[in-house]
């Protein structure tokens, strides 16, 4: 069984951090780019980040330069440290990636249960 477990969020004033961690666990062979969304009330989910196997970073614009992306491959955990945050950060921020199992020649896509972030003074 394969999951992929966010945790770090909390409440937080605004102007101030959090670091996410994602860790995937499991019979896993390889992981693909792995993606931080978030999703606030009545909203779509939209895409925060994303990072490849080999490191390279995409952020979406509302973010950049507040927001890194990092991971350890050894302990396939994917982390997303959170600083300058705003109100309009609030929501709750899941995990994504295409993960190979053993025994499978396909990729299959995994999410986390969510984490929930809250900015607000």
């Known amino acids: 069984q394969v999951q992929l477990v966010e945790s770090g969020g909390g409440l937080v004033q605004p102007g101030g951090s959090l670091r996410l961690s994602c860790a995937a666990s499991g019979s896993i062979l390889s992981l693909s780019t792995i993606g931080w969304y978030r999703q606030a009330p009545g909203k779509e989910r939209e895409l925060v980040a994303t990072?490849?196997?080999?490191?390279?970073?995409n952020y979406a614009g509302f973010v950049k330069g507040r927001f890194t992306i990092s991971r350890d491959n050894a302990k396939n955990t994917v982390y997303l440290q959170m600083n300058s945050l705003k109100p309009e950060d609030t929501a709750v921020y899941y995990c994504h990636s295409l993960i190979r199992i053993y025994g499978s020649i396909q990729y299959r896509s995994y999410w986390g249960q969510g984490t929930q972030v809250t900015v607000s003074s």
């Open positions: 990072i490849t196997p080999g490191s390279s970073t």
